[in-house]
Every structure is written in structure tokens, then in C-alpha cells.
């Protein structure tokens, strides 16, 4: 017989931040050792000092990616923003079919809120807006766009409505166009899928690809 208690449920509106790495398990099959060691420098050296910074804490580990938890969606936004900048730089020289990029999605709502983990219809959507995002990218509701237009330092793309898997209603989401461009925008018009700076940026890091490989592991430990 199960005893009846009366278990308090603690809520809290909240900023949700949900991420995980694109092509994950690609990555670990190529190079399980280099993929975890880079993985574990980025979370500790650009994903925690960003989330702590701005007043967040990550609630979950999920192996591939995380949650945390912001008292607002301009605090999630910015972190996001910060940590993904700062991977970037910390990525560039590696080969473009090796190099890990997380995938951002921030939806603002009623949640229960405990010390290792974070439940409600709102981490499900933080979740699923994942699932759109670009690599490197963050999609948000429009929940948090309301709250954060204006006020962090980034552009927003209108994706319309997006229809979710065991997600009752559509969810407007908004793709951030980060160092001044984004995919979403570039495929409103005819022209070439690339700029000559990206293709350029690629084929040197093609052709010093066989130099970096080398002191991967080193280079990254350090």
C-alpha cells in the first residue's frame, strides 16, 4: 500500500534554455576521445561562465546537450549569445565536418523547478525549438521575443508558426541572425548559398586540417 503524502510542488516562471550538439552522435563515432575532451573544454570554458554570468544555472546534463534555467529571457538570451560567439572562436580552425556547434532553443513559461532537473509544457517547446535551430543557432518563441526585443543587442527572423510533436498548439519561433547574417535570411533570395569570405575561411581550414589534426587532443586540453 503506497502511503499518501503531500508533496510540495514548487513553481517558478522561468527562462528556459535547452541545447544540444548538432550531429552528436556523427561526432562520436568519428573520435569518441577527441569529441568528449572538446565537448568537456567548451561546456567548462564558454557554455558555464556564460549561464552563471547572466544570473542562469544548468539544471540538467543530457550527454549531447543540457537545460538551465534564467529568472528572464533577455538573461537567456544574452548568455546564448555569448556562449555561442565564444564557441565559435574557439572552433574556427577545426575541420568544418568535425567542429562541434550547439543548437539553441528559449521559450519563457510556468515551471517545476527542482535542484537537477526542470519539467512543464514549457521545456518541452525550449526543447523542440532545438530541433530548428541552426548549428551555432538559437530559436526562441515568441513568449521570449516579446520579452527580449530591443533589449540584446540582436536581430530577430520571423519562422512563422511551427507545428511540434505532442505540443498541443503552434509555437511562433524566432531564429537570432548572429554576426550579421543567417541561413533563414540568406534563402529569402536568390544568390549563392556562401559569401567568398566563408568559402574562403573553408578552404584554409581544409588545407591545414592535416597540421591541426596532429595536436588535436594537446591543443584542446590546453
Same mark, same amino acid.
Given at each position: 500500500?503506497?502511503?499518501?503524502?503531500?508533496?510540495?510542488v514548487k513553481r517558478s516562471l522561468s527562462?528556459?534554455?535547452?541545447?544540444?550538439?548538432?550531429?552528436?552522435?556523427? $561526432?562520436?563515432?568519428?573520435?569518441?576521445?577527441?569529441?568528449?575532451? +572538446?565537448?568537456?573544454?567548451?561546456?567548462?570554458?564558454?557554455?558555464?561562465?556564460?549561464?552563471? /554570468?547572466?544570473?542562469?544555472?544548468?539544471? +540538467?546534463?543530457? /550527454?549531447?546537450?543540457?537545460?538551465?534555467? %534564467?529568472?528572464?529571457?533577455?538573461?537567456?538570451?544574452?548568455?546564448?549569445?555569448? %556562449?555561442?560567439?565564444?564557441?565559435?572562436?574557439?572552433?574556427?580552425?577545426?575541420?568544418?565536418?568535425?567542429?562541434?556547434?550547439?543548437?539553441?532553443?528559449i521559450n519563457v513559461g510556468d515551471a517545476?523547478?527542482?535542484?537537477?532537473?526542470?519539467? /512543464?509544457?514549457?521545456?518541452?517547446?525550449?526543447?523542440?525549438?532545438?530541433?530548428?535551430?541552426?548549428? /551555432?543557432?538559437?530559436?526562441?518563441?515568441?513568449?521570449?521575443?516579446?520579452?527580449?526585443?530591443? +533589449?540584446?543587442?540582436?536581430?530577430?527572423?520571423?519562422?512563422?508558426?511551427? +507545428?511540434?510533436?505532442?505540443?498541443?498548439?503552434?509555437?511562433?519561433?524566432?531564429?537570432?541572425? $548572429?554576426?550579421?547574417?543567417?541561413?533563414?535570411?540568406?534563402?529569402?533570395?536568390?544568390?549563392?548559398?556562401?559569401?567568398?569570405?566563408?568559402?574562403?575561411?573553408?578552404?584554409?581550414?581544409?588545407?591545414?586540417?592535416?597540421?591541426?589534426?596532429?595536436?588535436?587532443?594537446?591543443?584542446?586540453?590546453?
Amino acid at each position: 500500500m503506497v502511503e499518501d503524502r503531500l508533496i510540495r510542488v514548487k513553481r517558478s516562471l522561468s527562462a528556459i534554455l535547452a541545447a544540444d550538439v548538432a550531429g552528436y552522435s556523427r $561526432l562520436m563515432h568519428h573520435d569518441e576521445e577527441a569529441t568528449y575532451v +572538446k565537448l568537456t573544454v567548451l561546456l567548462a570554458d564558454a557554455v558555464t561562465p556564460a549561464i552563471s /554570468g547572466h544570473g542562469g544555472r544548468i539544471v +540538467k546534463n543530457t /550527454g549531447d546537450g543540457f537545460l538551465a534555467v %534564467f529568472p528572464s529571457a533577455v538573461q537567456a538570451v544574452r548568455a546564448a549569445v555569448q %556562449f555561442q560567439t565564444r564557441i565559435k572562436e574557439l572552433t574556427i580552425a577545426d575541420a568544418e565536418d568535425m567542429r562541434i556547434a550547439f543548437r539553441v532553443g528559449i521559450n519563457v513559461g510556468d515551471a517545476i523547478v527542482e535542484p537537477h532537473d526542470v519539467f /512543464g509544457d514549457c521545456v518541452n517547446v525550449a526543447a523542440r525549438l532545438v530541433s530548428i535551430a541552426e548549428p /551555432g543557432g538559437i530559436c526562441i518563441s515568441s513568449f521570449a521575443y516579446v520579452q527580449t526585443r530591443g +533589449k540584446v543587442g540582436v536581430e530577430f527572423v520571423d519562422m512563422g508558426e511551427q +507545428k511540434f510533436k505532442n505540443i498541443a498548439l503552434p509555437v511562433r519561433a524566432y531564429a537570432a541572425v $548572429l554576426d550579421g547574417h543567417s541561413r533563414l535570411r540568406k534563402s529569402s533570395h536568390a544568390g549563392p548559398a556562401f559569401t567568398a569570405e566563408s568559402l574562403h575561411r573553408c578552404a584554409a581550414i581544409r588545407q591545414s586540417q592535416r597540421r591541426h589534426q596532429a595536436g588535436l587532443l594537446r591543443r584542446w586540453r590546453h
